[in-house]
């Protein structure tokens, strides 16, 4: 036991000492929480617009103060021919050009119609939706007003409603992916690389003829990085919970329980890694190929597996994270209780099992 | 002296055995898995609808909105809390309530009321789910107006403003199209950026940098003989990826090839460079790792390559102002869909020779041949 805490000792001396590393380790969730949570958003804000009204009247001038006015567009350049429209675009003044038909006001009063057309740079395609459709709400609006008391008797309202997340806030969407990566990084990347770092410096000879025995080699390894993916789902949370203003609806214990074990599976798959490759560079390229990017793309963290092709789905399957997140989600932002995680539960369990099993069998006490 | 230099990094890299095979592998694994992975191209979602008016116009717009390839009809539920429990069990996406006397109200003239609920913990997947439905619902509407108006229950004495949209550069709206040149944007980012930072402190680490620091080798030689291979590789890399893009993608530049190579070849030594200055400061190979690992997911992130930059706040603008990265995507979506030129780009490349000059002064000046 007494030869346990001083290797632990040595392994905390090793991270506490790299500072750059560490203060990169401790400050990644703080920045990710605040990028995804405040920066990255797709909610369709100040998009440029450019206007081409051949003829200048109430009509036309009403819609376009009634574009600038609201929230998601700003009316930035006014064109006069249609030549003008491929450039605007090129340049990426604008992305949206609303062309109005030559004597629009004139035919909307007296031939009671008249065309609009939207021209979007659809470049972004998901962008390019929405702000159509928010422009097309807008001119409806204008519509609506004209016909003030005739207006459209048969008008569909839609009473719209976004469930557990009423703001729309994409923090609700990120913090269970941030926190699916972040531990996930911590553990596997730098409890595989610690190892490796010693094979390939030569410790682990030492290591290996020291009375201690395989498995306290590797409970000293990765107890610091254990503490450390604490601290750091401590801070996410409090980040979160504060900053965010993401509450946990649902409750705290069975969320550390998950994380708890989300974090073992992570530990596993470090030794796992670590048991396979002989250099730091490789290992770092297996966590990195074989964890990061399945992470950022397949946990369903940034892009909805359900619209992925078949085999990538079936490929999702394996990666932890994508449970974890489920189950943050059930239980952190819709409130339900852990009876309706057991699913991802019981598949942590068994990934976590059967990685420990496979590296502990793998675990060289001998070098070659 | 430079050329025995570059012979020097050369041979270092053909011999390491790994990494040309991961310049050829890398890129066209990302090519060829991404794009299908990463988009927001939204279909087949999962609708509840609670009908309680079962009359000729509430049937008829839940068949519109489930021919419209959007929407799949996985749960048809007879009050609200049926709909949210399926909700929550993840069956369904989007719940649509259709109240009773809708098609009295409606040819009544009263305006008919309809209740849309989106799970929103897929933020993305709500909004969407919200504005399409939104969408083929108005649609609908329209049909219905015209529908009343013919049978003669109306009058249309009033003005109609008639709306026609048109998507340029992407009609069909396709994903892929938007994220495959971004792609190609981060594979020559994480490549040229990750493998210089390593260059300078493997030599560090297994002491051959006391070598160079004895020689006669210029500070400024030294950096540059290490940003050439890399500049060479990043050429082969952007190739590659030129052909992954036509010969999956059916891409092709609607603007010239030689301004993407123009643009590369700066971007290249800007992001080099940057690897370099890290390489310079780092003393292992894991902080090496780490800070380049740490810079390349600030970047990635604030490069609009997921969420457009014009919903930043404006202090994330303006980090995202000195990202290369962010330049360097505009240049080749701008290039790539919209055809444009350098000169309408000017601004990104004036961005990006300043990054390169910046960069690559940094790196030979942090470069200390003394300890």
């Known amino acids: ?368 | 002296m430079i050329k025995y230099l570059l012979r020097k990094e050369f041979k270092q890299i053909l011999r390491n055995g790994f990494l040309p095979k991961m310049i050829f592998i890398f890129p066209l694994n990302v090519l060829l898995i991404f794009p299908w992975a990463a988009s927001y191209e939204i279909k087949n979602l999962n609708l509840s609808v609670i009908d309680n008016d079962h009359s000729t116009y509430s049937q008829q717009l839940t068949q519109k909105i489930i021919s419209s390839n959007y929407f799949k009809l996985t749960n048809v539920s007879p009050n609200y809390n049926k709909a949210l429990k399926s909700i929550e069990k993840g069956e369904s996406d989007i719940i649509l309530e259709i109240p009773p006397h809708f098609e009295k109200d409606l040819v009544n003239r009263q305006g008919g009321q309809i209740m849309i609920s989106a799970n929103a913990v897929n933020g993305m997947k709500g909004s969407i789910g919200m504005t399409y439905l939104s969408s083929i619902i108005s649609d609908y509407n329209e049909q219905v107006v015209q529908d009343l108006m013919q049978t003669g229950a109306g009058t249309n004495s009033t003005p109609t403003i008639q709306i026609n949209s048109q998507y340029r550069f992407n009609p069909h709206l396709n994903y892929r199209v938007f994220m495959v040149p971004a792609l190609m944007v981060m594979i020559l980012t994480l490549l040229c950026g990750f493998l210089p930072a390593v260059s300078i402190v493997t030599e560090k680490e297994r002491g051959t940098m006391e070598q160079i620091n004895v020689s006669p080798v210029s500070k400024s030689m030294f950096i540059l003989a290490k940003l050439i291979p890399y500049w060479i590789i990043g050429f082969i890399v952007i190739s590659i990826g030129f052909l992954v893009a036509w010969g999956v993608y059916g891409l092709i530049p609607a603007g010239y090839f030689a301004s993407i190579y123009l643009f590369a070849a700066i971007y290249i030594l800007a992001i080099s460079g940057l690897g370099l200055v890290i390489s310079n400061y780092a003393a292992t190979l894991q902080q090496a790792m780490f800070i380049v690992f740490f810079f390349m997911m600030l970047f990635i992130m604030l490069s609009g390559l997921y969420t457009p930059i014009d919903s930043m706040p404006e202090w994330a603008k303006w980090i995202a102002a000195f990202n290369p990265l962010k330049h360097f995507m505009i240049v080749m979506r701008s290039i790539y869909l919209k055809g444009s030129n350098p000169l309408q780009l000017m601004n990104q490349l004036m961005a990006l020779v300043g990054f390169a000059v910046f960069f690559n002064t940094w790196a030979v000046l942090s470069y200390h041949k003394k300890n």
């Open chain 1, 1 to 368: 036991m007494k030869q346990l805490i001083s290797f632990i000792k040595k392994e905390f001396y090793h991270i506490l000492r790299d500072k750059t590393t560490m203060m990169i380790l401790l400050l990644m969730p703080i920045i990710q929480i605040i990028l995804f949570g405040f920066a990255l958003t797709t909610e369709v804000k100040d998009t440029q617009v450019a206007v081409l009204v051949p003829t200048n009247d109430e009509a036309s001038s009403r819609i376009i103060d009634k574009l600038n006015a609201s929230a998601y567009f700003d009316v930035v350049a006014r064109i006069h021919t249609t030549d003008e429209i491929q450039p605007v675009f090129r340049d990426a003044k604008a992305k949206l050009v609303v062309v109005f038909e030559d004597h629009f006001g004139e035919k909307l009063r007296h031939n009671g119609t008249a065309h609009i057309q939207l021209l979007a740079d659809a470049t972004d395609p998901n962008a390019a939706t929405s702000f159509t459709f928010y422009a097309s709400n807008i001119i409806n609006s204008y519509q609506q007003e004209l016909m003030g008391e005739n207006k459209n008797p048969y008008q569909i309202t839609p009473e719209v409603k976004m469930l557990f997340n009423p703001q729309m806030k994409s923090s609700f969407n990120f913090v269970p992916g941030v926190l699916g990566m972040i531990m996930l990084l911590i553990c596997a990347m730098m409890t595989s690389i610690a190892i490796v770092r010693e094979k390939e410096m030569g410790t682990m000879e030492i290591l290996l003829v020291s009375p201690m025995k395989p498995i306290y080699i590797i409970l000293s390894k990765i107890t610091p990085y254990f503490v450390l993916s604490c601290v750091n789902f401590a801070t996410i949370m409090l980040l979160s919970v504060f900053v965010l203003g993401v509450p946990i609806a649902g409750s705290f214990m069975s969320l550390v329980a998950v994380s708890l074990l989300y974090i073992f599976v992570s530990l596993s798959f470090g030794l796992l890694v670590s048991t396979i490759t002989n250099s730091q560079q490789a290992a770092m390229l297996v966590s990195g190929m074989g964890l990061m990017i399945p992470v950022m793309l397949l946990s369903g963290m940034m892009f909805p597996i359900e619209n992925m092709p078949l085999p990538l789905q079936w490929l999702s399957n394996i990666v932890p994270a994508k449970w974890y997140i489920r189950a943050v989600k059930a239980i952190m932002i819709q409130g339900l209780g852990i009876t309706s995680v057991l699913k991802e539960v019981g598949v942590l369990c068994l990934m976590g099992i059967v990685l420990v099993s496979i590296s502990l069998k793998k675990f060289k006490v001998r070098l070659e």
